[in-house]
């Protein structure tokens, strides 16, 4: 379980990206966060995993709290969680084995992962992961010579090998073209469901929130402007969120059979 | 064609004049000219002696070239291939120190800040001696010949290194190390798994031209008792033999354009 209690975020600078944030993600939960960009969607994903410190307030994942926390508990939590990024963040000059390995390091002891000592079970769990995402047989292929598509599978595979009660997807297909997109949203969504891994997903094309999410959060200018079922909400819901009217950018407007699809 | 075929806008506006040279940009020029040639007087700078340079007797001791000298085994190619293992094991050396070391002396990877300030202003305290100077002392300090000399050039190619391959660290994508830390990896493991791939092509390339810069430098470490050609260079200096060191130097000039090539050719490859 998540729970965020009256989080704030302000960085350096005086920006106040969080305010008094507070909701409640139970376990197996679908989530997407939508909102313009800077309403503070990434600052929401990466507060819960330490990556931003949150200012104040309290943020406890199965009970640990991550505000605060540092070194070895740190660790710990952030090993819980797994992420996915917009533009997927791979070492790009090395093997996607490599890659997704990095997923294990919090298992490894420091030498043995510095000079690629890779116990057999964490092998096989990167194997495992590739399998999920059905890229196995890329493994030994560097990283640069795949597709954007199969790069952000590279980037499931390594949170999935963290094996994590938490996932978290930064924009995971705004690098990516729509039928791309379309197939790494049903990769989320079946993780989800075959794994019962939280997930929390920022997007901002509304049409994909609506075709994959089930829990809506919309942020705006940092604070929680909505918090629903996504089968309540209208295009009257979308324009209080983002406070203007919906326009085509908002759409990707393909959907997977490869008609025009609205919201 | 009539004349009016390209029809003036209706609202023209004024061409702009040319901007004059800024006073600041010419009182420095001004001022770099001026200190030159003072610096040039009190120097005892002569342009003639470009020319009566030539008419000094000591360049007719460069010839003919003693080859019976250069190609004894014994007087040349033994020297030289000692020198060239001065300069492999001061490479080799140098560049395994050197690895950590730039990433302790990077922003990016350094563990924390106090760390990169006392790791940077070592090594710049270090880059700061002469090489020749350090050549000097460490070969009076530990013994002359080719270990003091080894030694003098491991010091030198680990500064280089270390100057040239943290800078790359600065410059390497910080993302996929977000990535590793965000996976829970202590950052030591996390740099290694996310940054060291991204930064390791750069480092070969690196180390290639490090031993560029070995093998010319350690003919010159040889001149101050540092072992090698350079010793043999020295010796038959004392004794005018400028007909021996052309041939030597000729030699040298072979091997240093050599290595030069594989050097570039592994950076070509690499980058």
């Known amino acids: 379980m998540i729970e965020f209690d009256d989080v704030s975020v302000t960085y350096r600078g005086g920006v106040k990206a969080l305010r008094n944030v507070s909701l409640t993600i139970d376990d197996g939960e679908f989530v997407v966060v939508v909102g313009l960009s800077g309403a503070g969607k ?28 540092k070194g070895a508990e740190l660790r ?112 989320l969504q079946r993780i989800n469901r075959e794994l019962g891994i939280t997930t929390l997903i920022n997007l901002h094309f509304l049409d994909l929130a609506r075709a994959y999410g089930k829990r809506l959060i919309g942020l705006r200018e940092g604070e929680l402007v909505f918090d629903g079922d996504i089968a309540d909400v209208d295009d009257d819901t979308f324009r209080e969120i983002y406070g203007r009217a919906i326009t085509p950018d908002d759409l990707l407007t393909v959907d997977p059979s490869g008609g025009h699809g609205g919201v | 064609m009539s004349d009016t075929a390209i029809e003036a806008p209706a609202t023209v506006s004024a061409r702009p004049r040319k901007p004059r040279m800024r006073l600041t940009t010419a009182l420095a020029a001004l001022g770099v000219v001026a200190f ?54 001061a490479t080799v050396i140098g560049c395994v120190i050197a690895m950590p070391i730039g990433f302790l002396m990077s922003q990016l990877t350094s ?77 030591t493991a996390a740099v290694r798994a996310g940054v060291l791939p991204e930064v390791f092509p750069a480092y070969v390339a690196y180390s290639a031209y490090v031993f560029e810069l070995n093998v010319r430098a350690s003919v010159v470490i040889g001149l101050v008792g540092g072992g090698g050609i350079g010793r043999v260079i020295e010796a038959q200096r004392q004794f005018f033999r400028y007909d021996r060191i052309l041939g030597i130097l000729i030699i040298i000039f072979v091997i240093v354009a050599v290595i030069e090539q594989i050097s570039d050719a592994i950076r070509r490859r690499v980058l």
């Open chain 1, 42 to 69: 990434s600052t929401l994903l990466r507060a819960l995993n330490g990556l931003v410190p949150a200012t104040s307030g309290s943020i406890l994942v199965n009970g640990t709290e991550v505000v605060g926390a």
């Open chain 1, 76 to 187: 710990r939590v952030r090993s819980g969680i797994g992420m996915i990024f917009q533009t997927f963040n791979l070492a790009t000059r090395t093997t996607v084995m490599n890659n997704v390995l990095m997923g294990r390091l919090s298992r490894v002891p420091t030498w043995r992962s510095t000079f690629g000592l890779w116990p057999a079970d964490d092998r096989e769990a990167a194997f495992e992961a590739l399998e999920r995402v059905g890229i196995v047989d890329k493994a030994y292929v560097r990283a640069s010579d795949l597709s954007g598509g199969q790069q952000q599978r590279v980037g499931i595979a390594r949170a999935l090998a963290q094996e994590p009660s938490v996932m978290l997807a930064d924009e995971p297909v705004a690098a990516l073209d729509p039928v791309t997109s379309h197939q790494v949203m049903g990769d």
């Open chain 2, 36 to 89: 030159t040639i003072r610096a040039a007087r009190e120097s005892g700078w002569e342009w003639t002696s470009f020319i009566t340079v030539w008419t000094n007797p000591l360049w007719q001791r460069f010839w003919p070239i003693d080859w019976d000298f250069v190609l004894d085994r014994n007087n040349v190619l033994e020297p030289l291939i000692e020198t060239f293992q001065i300069a492999v094991v």
């Open chain 2, 111 to 187: 563990p924390n800040r106090p760390t990169f300030f006392v790791v940077r202003s070592v090594m710049n305290v270090i880059r700061a001696i002469p090489d020749l100077l350090l050549a000097v002392i460490l070969v009076a300090a530990v013994s002359i010949g080719a270990f003091g000399g080894a030694i003098a050039l491991t010091v030198f190619s680990t500064a280089v290194l270390v100057k040239l391959f943290s800078e790359t660290i600065d410059s390497a994508d910080p993302r996929p190390l977000e990535a590793a830390l965000a996976a829970g990896g202590r950052h």
